[in-house]
């Protein structure tokens, strides 16, 4: 699912007035930033789904996807955001602790809906984390009985988005998260190069059984979706949110 596909859908907010809460280095190149509605009024959404972000001054109006990191009817919504000096990246960089944007959303089919499969697994690229997080932090807070396997793919171990909050939940939920770094990293002793058929079935011989969810770029979306197709998970169980 991209932005493209959903513009038919009503948002339940409409540039609404966001103020900016907060701002946590999370790596090198990614930063968290936490936006307060201006009423204080919460979003309610289902994890997984994205908003329409709008940056905005005298002369310039730019509005990019971000898929929502917090839960739904958080205080704050929250978003993982890779400062690529885009022309949204490069506004965002240099925002501070109460600059105003505009939110428009929630869109998109790319959901978790519970009740509907108890054993997931969750592939990730990058900050294709964001909308995973949403959904283990929605699972552990509602208690759910579900199974989850999450395949997690950075370039170097510094990259890892929400490292310590993963090693938590996997104490609080029925999850196991194996990361794996693509590049030469000395210090990480975990797994090493793309995630393929190999490494899932590794950890995970039975996969096909699966519900499974992808997110990430363009090339890294369509790699993990024809490496799922090729263990055997049905494509009805196949749910991805590809970024490009
Ligand atoms: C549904 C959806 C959800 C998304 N969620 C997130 C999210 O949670 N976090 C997040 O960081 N991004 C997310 N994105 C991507 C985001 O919408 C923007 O595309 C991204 O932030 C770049 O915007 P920009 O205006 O800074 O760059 P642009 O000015 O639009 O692009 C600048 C140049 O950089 C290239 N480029 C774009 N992305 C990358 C990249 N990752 N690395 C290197 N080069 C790149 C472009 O091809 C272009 O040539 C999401 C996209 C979609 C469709």
């Known amino acids: 699912m991209n932005k493209n596909d959903t513009v038919t859908e009503q948002p339940k907010i409409n540039n609404k007035e ?3 809460a907060e701002i946590i280095e999370e790596s090198p190149d990614v930063k968290l930033y936490k936006f307060r509605a201006l009423d204080n009024t919460k979003l309610d959404f289902d994890p997984g789904m994205f908003v329409m972000i709008k ?16 839960e739904p009817n958080s205080e704050t919504l929250d978003f993982y955001i890779h400062l690529i000096n885009g022309r949204f990246t490069s506004k965002i960089a240099l925002a501070k602790v109460g600059d105003i944007y505009y939110i428009t959303g929630p869109y998109g089919q790319f959901k978790f809906i519970p009740g509907e499969n108890k054993k997931l697994m969750f592939i990730a690229g990058g900050t294709g984390i964001a909308p995973f997080i949403s959904m283990l932090r929605y699972i552990i807070t ?12 950075v370039r170097f171990s510094n990259e890892i988005i929400a490292r310590s909050e993963l090693q938590e939940m996997e104490k609080l939920v029925n999850l196991k998260t194996i990361i794996t770094v693509t590049r ?9 190069g793309r ?11 039975e996969c096909n059984e699966r519900m499974t969810y992808i997110c990430g770029p363009l090339e890294f979306a369509k790699a993990m979706k024809n490496i799922s197709i090729s263990c055997n998970i049905p494509s009805e169980k196949i749910s991805a949110d590809i970024w490009g």
């Open 142 to 153: 509602r208690k759910l009985d579900v199974d989850v396997i999450l395949f997690y793919s």
């Open 184 to 192: 030469e990293d000395t210090s990480w002793n975990g797994e090493h």
């Open 55 to 70: 940056y905005k001054d005298q002369t310039q109006e730019i509005a990019r996807a971000f898929s929502i990191a917090s």
């Open 195 to 205: 995630i393929t058929k190999e490494m899932i079935e590794k950890y995970m011989p």
């Open 18 to 20: 966001y103020k900016v």
